[in-house]
């Protein structure tokens, strides 16, 4: 049984109100501990992990040895030729298990858990993702609240979230949940069919993993993605994309839909404001846009005097078109103030709009603006003649002139992605319309 909680904050920032919250593949390297032990995980048993090697000085045939001897009691330990004696045996050198879930890649000993809290090393000396099952509750929200402007307009998507994130981002405006350090805010137990169903049987289009970075109960995520498809509902992740290339590759697989934070086009900005880094989540969105039947839209919270000015939205988006291509949409919004960056002022409107005239200006086609009242920059406009084909009102949506006359197709083999064709002009329009 699921209960709907109020509607909580979308991790990437995206606001419902004008003082609401705003939204913001690869052959595996190592085995997983699962497969080289033979254990047949349960459910909460991280799928992207293995164990450190011994040091290098140490002697590489003591590893693999079998038992100390001295489990025959009348046999002598050979290792210090002394008498029976397994109390004074050395004990091995405790080896950790290696989280590969992102990059930072957390070495845990039993007991210990991991930067994002969540995922913690138990006594069977494996990770385990400790929010699996349980969520910080559910809301029924318009698509457009991720945002996803070219994923079924005018649908609803249940939201829900955990706890915890791996990311340290110094303006989340979901800090209650992703900085949690208790399970105080997990107060709804559901599985994965649980919320599939709770979606069909509200008219949910979607399932969106959000509030905090699905990242970090990936796990759960898949498995409910792939409840979700069983009942014909979309599994969407709203993630800041701080992923290691493995499991971005298997997650982005079970996705239908994502929104990824791309917070910034420089370095140094990542590693300061959000303790993260740029090129991990680049490579991520290459990830993202190459899984066949993925939708990807990305998001960047514009943060005044941080990552706004011209000469780094000029690089993003010249990436953006460059890397993953021109169709992709990009939203850009405004930040309000929050968490450790109170001392920062709201973004400023003509930020919003210079930004978006930068991205037009690279060549990117569909340029959004979020978290204001913004008629043009709310507006899915055809970029070959210019017809206003979706319009938005906020989240609502006040015309869509694709999602029901247009001509449907699919766009390329390798994607479930569809275009619809501008009524007007015929140039096809990317996106999932229906
Ligand atoms: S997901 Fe969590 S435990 Fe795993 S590497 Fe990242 S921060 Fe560490």
Redesign the pocket.
């Known amino acids: 049984m699921i209960h709907q909680n109020n509607p909580t904050p979308d991790n990437q920032g995206t606001a419902q109100t004008p003082h609401g919250i705003s939204n913001n593949r690869g052959i595996p390297e190592t085995p997983q501990i699962a497969e080289t032990t033979g254990v047949i995980p349960d459910p909460t048993v991280g799928r992207w992990q293995h164990r450190e090697k011994p040091a290098a000085t140490a002697d590489p045939t003591a590893a693999a040895a079998p038992p100390c001897p001295t489990a025959a009691p009348t046999a002598p330990c050979p290792a210090t030729d002394l008498a029976p004696a397994p109390s004074t045996h050395p004990t091995p050198p405790l080896l950790r298990a290696i989280?590969?879930?992102?990059p930072?890649?957390?070495r845990?000993a039993p007991g210990q858990r991991?930067?994002?809290f969540?995922?913690s090393c138990h006594d069977d000396g494996l990770?385990h993702c400790d929010t699996y099952g349980v969520s910080s509750g559910f809301a029924i929200d318009p698509i457009e609240k991720k945002p996803l402007n070219h994923f079924l307009p005018g649908s609803t998507a249940l939201s829900f979230g955990t706890a915890g994130c791996?990311s340290a981002c110094r303006f989340c405006q979901n800090w209650e949940l992703s900085a949690a350090r208790s399970w105080a805010r997990l107060g709804s137990h559901a599985s994965p069919a649980d919320i599939a169903s709770a979606a069909a049987s509200r008219g949910a289009r979607s399932v969106a993993f959000t509030y905090n970075d699905p990242?970090?109960f990936a796990e759960y995520a898949i498995d409910t993605a792939d409840a979700c498809r069983e009942r014909g509902v979309h599994p969407v992740a709203v993630t800041a994309g701080y992923m290691a290339e493995r499991a971005a590759t298997d997650f982005y697989a079970h996705m239908d839909a994502a929104n990824i934070d791309l917070k910034g086009f420089d370095e140094s900005f990542y590693r300061r404001v959000t303790g993260t880094r740029l090129g991990d989540v680049l490579r991520t969105i290459e990830i993202a846009c190459a899984a066949p039947g993925c939708w990807v839209e990305l998001t960047t919270l514009l943060i005044p005097g941080f990552n706004d000015d011209d000469a780094q939205l000029h690089a993003e988006c010249a990436w953006i078109r460059d890397h993953v291509g021109r169709d992709v949409p990009l939203h850009f919004s405004a930040f309000h103030p929050d968490f450790r960056m109170m001392d920062v002022p709201p973004t400023p409107p003509d930020t919003l709009t210079r930004a978006r005239r930068i991205a037009i200006s690279e060549g990117l086609r569909f340029v959004y603006t979020g978290n204001v009242r913004d008629a043009e920059g709310s507006t899915t406009f055809c970029p070959a003649c210019g017809e206003a084909l979706v319009v938005r009102d906020w989240f609502r949506v006040t015309l869509d002139r694709l999602s029901g006359g247009g001509i449907h197709g699919i766009l390329h083999d390798s994607t479930a992605v569809q275009y619809a064709r501008c009524p007007s002009c015929g140039e096809a329009i990317p996106g999932v319309w229906r």
Request: proline share 0%.
């Open positions: 989280c590969d879930v992102c930072r890649h957390c845990l991991g930067a994002c969540v995922r990770i791996n990242i970090v």
